[in-house]
């Protein structure tokens, strides 16, 4: 899908969004592993008063990481460890 494509499907909600504050968040697999997309993404969706969030285990080089998480009002952290 392109930017486009998704952000026409998000807008179909924001009739929701404005009654609950909700918005978007990005994840599924990991977003920042494709940094161009998620940031062009979200900044189309802050350009239509959408909030974001993204859902990330956080490995990504820190450039990208950085330039994701200033675009967006929550960082959500998937963090997994081993049980002993």
Known sequence: MSVEEVVSVALRDMPFYRR?????TVGGGEPTSQPAFALALLASLSGH??????????YADPES??????AVRY??????????
């Open 20 to 24: 609950s504050g909700g918005g978007v």
């Open 49 to 58: 008063g959408i909030d974001s969030a993204i859902e990330t285990c956080g």
């Open 65 to 70: 990481f950085l330039s994701i998480a200033m």
């Open 75 to 84: 960082i959500y952290f998937d963090i997994k460890h081993p049980v002993s």
